[in-house]
C-alpha cells in the first residue's frame, strides 16, 4: 500500500504561471515533508521541506503547503520557468527509534513541463 | 564542496554475477542511505547507516542483498547472484540533518 501518493503523473504549464503539485499521505506518524527534483540521469535534487508544526515554508519562487487534517501537501512554483521542468518527487519521514534522521518513503513522481 | 559521489554509473551484469556498487558521501556527513528506484517509481529506502553502524536494513529485498561501511564513510552495496529484478537504479544518500543529499545513481541492468 503506498503511504504516499502523487496522482497526477504529468503537469504541463506555460511559463510564467503558477505550477501546483500535489502529494498525499496516509501514515499519521510522518512529520516531515520533503520536494525533490529530478532531472534524468541525475540523482534527486532537495528542493523545499516542511515540519509537520508548520503549514506554510517558503524559499523564493517555491511554497510547500501543509494540511494535516487533510493529510496534504503541494509544492507552488511561482512564476514557473522552462527550466523547472523536471520530475518532482514529495517525500515523507517519521522519526526514527533513535528521534532523528531516518529514512524517505517517496511517492512515484509528478512529471511537469513548462512551456516556453 | 563535492556531493555524493557513485560508482560505476553503469553497470551490466550477467544474471548469476556479484556486483558491488560504491558511495562515497560528502564529507563529515553521519547518516548514510541506500535507495532503489526502479523504472516509473519512485526510490524505495533499502538500508540506512549511522556511521559505520547498520541500524535499518528492513527494505533489503533478500539475503542477496549486503551493505556495509567499515569505517564510516564510505559505503559498499552488494548484490549476489544477480537476478533480473534487481535491474534498477541504486541511489545513495547522505545526511547530517533531515534533508538527504543524493549522488547521481548506478543503473544497474542484469542481462
Known amino acids: 500500500d503506498q503511504q504516499v501518493k502523487q496522482n497526477s503523473p504529468s503537469l504541463s504549464v506555460q511559463e510564467g504561471r503558477i505550477s501546483i503539485l500535489n502529494c498525499d499521505y496516509t501514515?499519521?506518524?510522518?512529520?516531515?515533508f520533503l520536494w525533490y527534483k529530478k532531472y534524468p540521469a541525475e540523482g534527486p535534487t532537495f528542493l523545499i521541506s516542511?515540519?509537520?508544526?508548520?503549514d506554510k515554508n517558503e524559499d523564493g519562487r517555491f511554497t510547500v503547503f501543509l494540511n494535516k487534517s487533510a493529510k496534504h501537501l503541494s509544492l507552488h512554483i511561482v512564476p514557473s520557468q522552462p527550466g523547472d521542468s523536471a520530475v518532482y518527487f514529495c517525500a515523507a519521514s517519521g522519526r526514527g527509534s533513535g528521534g532523528s534522521n531516518y529514512k524517505l518513503t517517496f511517492g512515484k513522481g509528478t512529471l511537469l513541463t513548462v512551456n516556453p | 564542496g563535492a556531493g555524493v559521489s557513485q560508482s560505476p554509473r553503469y553497470k551490466v551484469a550477467k544474471r548469476g554475477q556479484d556486483v558491488a556498487l560504491r558511495c562515497d558521501p560528502i564529507?563529515?556527513?553521519?547518516?548514510l542511505f541506500w535507495y532503489q528506484q526502479a523504472l516509473g517509481q519512485g526510490p524505495e529506502f533499502l538500508t540506512y547507516f549511522q556511521n559505520e553502524a547498520q541500524l535499518d536494513k528492513s527494505g533489503l529485498p533478500s539475503d542477496r542483498f549486503f551493505a556495509e561501511r567499515p569505517e564510516g564513510s564510505v559505503s559498499t552495496l552488494k548484490i549476489q547472484r544477480t537476478q533480473q529484478e534487481d535491474s534498477a537504479v541504486y541511489l545513495c544518500?547522505?545526511?547530517?540533518?533531515?534533508?538527504?543529499?543524493f549522488g547521481p545513481g548506478t543503473r544497474l541492468t542484469v542481462t
Open positions: 501514515n499519521s506518524m510522518f512529520d516531515y
Open positions: 564529507s563529515g556527513h553521519v547518516s
Open positions: 544518500a547522505s545526511s547530517l540533518s533531515l534533508e538527504q543529499y
Open positions: 516542511i515540519s509537520s508544526i508548520k
